[in-house]
């Protein structure tokens, strides 16, 4: 059972920086993919980053100016970051974690579609607010 929970939410100025941790269990070579998705309010869920089991990842179309937000994970998943630098109250969200079986290509696991229903599980979220 695959198991995500995000901390380091909170609120900053414009400019500021904040990193958003999630801590994942149950993640094998079954998850081909980890994301960050974010919810502003009266909004649906997209999709701001995704990395995959190789490393790469992959902007979603959420995050303008996307050399701001930074994805990464250690060598076992166990645990993800988003390093967000340069803030915007635009960024106001709940960010949220999320794991995919993805999409098997020659034998191994990529990164689906950058769409809220090809990822199998969630985290709670974690409440970014900027402030200007």
Not at 42 to 71: A, C, H, Q, W
């Amino acid at each position: 059972q695959v198991r995500l929970v995000e901390s380091g939410g909170g609120s900053a100025q414009a400019g500021g920086s904040l990193r958003l941790t999630c801590v994942t269990s149950g993640v094998t070579n079954t998850v081909g993919c980890l994301a960050w998705f974010r919810q502003a309010p009266g909004k649906g869920r997209l999709m701001v980053v995704d990395i995959g089991i190789d490393g790469n990842f992959y902007y979603g179309d959420s995050v303008k100016e996307k050399g701001r937000f930074t994805i990464s994970q250690d060598n076992t998943r166990n645990t993800l970051w988003l390093q967000m630098n340069s803030l915007k109250p635009e960024d106001t969200a709940i960010y949220y974690c999320a794991a995919s079986t993805g999409v098997e290509h020659g034998g191994r696991w990529y990164c689906p579609p950058p769409f809220d229903h090809e990822y199998n599980y969630w985290g709670q979220g974690t409440q970014v607010t900027v402030s200007s």
